[in-house]
């Protein structure tokens, strides 16, 4: 069956899909439409056909869905980011709920009361306090920006309006400020500057190189992070973990500032203080939207109150976003992180905090996890919140610990749906689900689950 055609169709937009794609059907079959919205009559092009499903191109939008808006960047449809600007938000959030719910319900067995109403973004636009921005020679000149859709090529980006207004500020004036230094940033190819914003406002910048840049190159890179307003840079040489300051200065265990909560006051020191304070380490990883990572450890945190005084897992705790506020109300918590800087971060915060009750434990949490498991350890509550990839290898060793309930944090429905699967024949089962919009304007989602044994 050809795939592209040349010939129009007619369709009838019906509802949403994953991926930040809209659903028609014609002649039988599924077709998938990028950049459409329920309710639209469009013309359409085939790019791609199946025996059951196709895909297809907008090529003319014949009468517009209320759901319709005005996209808000210049540059949508060409940089592959966002997929949704086109739809308002309260639609957007719509079409994840009812794609996630779909996806969700089938594979897991759930009724879709089960599936909650989601966590929304209390801002539709800037809200990302960071960014990761590919750097490519151009024909004249240096280009910083996004890749193209399925391609590895740059589209040179000045504003970007899901970043902070302090991240576009930088953005604005990056090519510009590396210009003068064209040729030596192709010898050391340089391939992608990563800027965080911590919660004072202050931005702090990673250069990646591929080679090794030359002294000079060094000292013309940290003048120009300073001219931008920029903390110190920092860089990193091919694939090595480890961060260098560009200034030759030891890194000096540089920690990024950031806030947690406000969380009601729960007994443990001060009642008035329920803003906790969380350090991350240089390059350290830290959820992009402050606003809904809020309202996750919000309901984490209101989730646990019944568990007050009892004990607590935390798997894959990076510096302490779900540990500290699990320690306001746990008599204790054991926290487990593969990453060394990360626990050595974490001791730090909890005691900045005063938090005595945490135990940080460093290493791979399927054997930690056994360990404690034959040591008699027996948490009341786990939470995980693991990478992509999911948790699997560590389910069963969770499950033997048998703890009474479980919350799971996911970044990927896919391997979400996989471990909610396992953990069902491990004895659980599925309280509550519900999406976080963690990505505003784009298709990707967070998700919380909640699970009783």
């Known amino acids: 069956m050809n795939d592209a055609t040349t010939d129009t169709i007619t369709l009838d937009i019906e509802s949403f899909a994953d991926k930040g794609v809209a659903v028609a059907r014609l002649d039988g079959r599924v077709v998938f439409v990028p950049f459409a919205a329920p309710g639209d009559k469009i013309l359409a092009r085939y790019t791609k056909q199946k025996r059951s499903y196709a895909q297809a191109s907008l090529v003319e939008l014949l009468v517009p869905s209320p759901l319709r808006t005005q996209p808000s960047c210049d540059y949508y449809g060409r940089c592959g980011g966002c997929s949704w600007q086109h739809l308002s938000y309260q639609a957007q959030l719509r079409g994840k709920a009812e794609s996630f719910a779909g996806f969700c319900a089938t594979r897991l067995g759930i009724d ?7 966590i929304a973004s209390p801002c539709e636009y800037g809200y990302r306090n960071r960014v990761a921005l590919g750097v490519a020679p151009g024909k004249n000149a240096i280009v910083v920006g996004f890749k193209l ?3 590895r090529e740059l ?8 970043l902070t207004e302090e991240l576009n500020a930088v ?6 400020a590396l210009n003068p230094h064209s040729t030596a940033i192709r010898e050391a190819m340089l391939s992608t500057i990563k800027l965080q914003q911590d919660a004072t406002g202050a931005i702090w910048p990673v250069f990646e190189f591929q ?19 920029l903390s110190p840079l920092y860089i990193r040489v091919g694939k090595a973990h480890r961060l260098i300051r560009a200034d030759g200065k030891d890194t000096g265990g ?20 329920n803003e906790l304070k969380m350090g991350v380490p240089m390059g350290g990883f830290v959820q992009a939207n402050s606003g809904v990572n809020r309202g996750l450890a919000q309901a984490v945190y209101t989730d646990i109150s019944r568990f007050s005084g009892r004990e607590v897992l935390d798997l894959y705790c990076g510096s302490g976003n779900f540990t500290l506020p699990l320690a ?7 926290a487990v992180e593969l ?3 990360s626990i050595q971060t974490l001791k730090e915060n909890a005691q900045t905090n005063g938090l005595a009750n945490i135990r940080a434990l460093c290493g791979q949490a399927e054997r930690l996890c056994t360990e404690l498991s034959s040591q008699g350890y027996s948490p009341d509550y786990c939470l995980i919140d693991p990478p992509r990839s999911g948790a699997a290898e560590v389910l069963h060793a969770v499950a033997k610990m048998k703890p009474e309930r479980i919350a799971y944090v996911s970044c990927a429905p896919p391997t979400l749906v996989r471990d909610l699967q396992q953990l069902s024949q491990e004895g659980y089962s599925i309280e509550s689900l519900r999406i976080a919009d963690m990505f505003p304007q784009t298709a990707h989602v967070e998700a919380l689950a909640f699970l009783t044994r």
């Open 112 to 118: 879709k009361k089960t599936i909650l109403a989601p």
């Open 149 to 151: 859709p399925r391609s």
């Open 155 to 162: 589209i040179s980006i000045k504003r970007c309006p899901v």
């Open 171 to 176: 953005l604005e004036k990056l090519e510009t």
């Open 211 to 229: 080679r090794r840049p030359a002294n000079m190159l060094l000292h013309a890179m940290s003048a120009t992070a300073a001219e931008l307003g």
């Open 254 to 273: 540089a920690r990024m500032p950031f806030t947690l909560g406000p969380f009601p006051a729960s007994g443990h020191g001060d009642e008035d203080a």
């Open 328 to 334: 306001l109300q746990a008599k204790g918590v054991t």
């Open 339 to 341: 990453a060394r800087e």
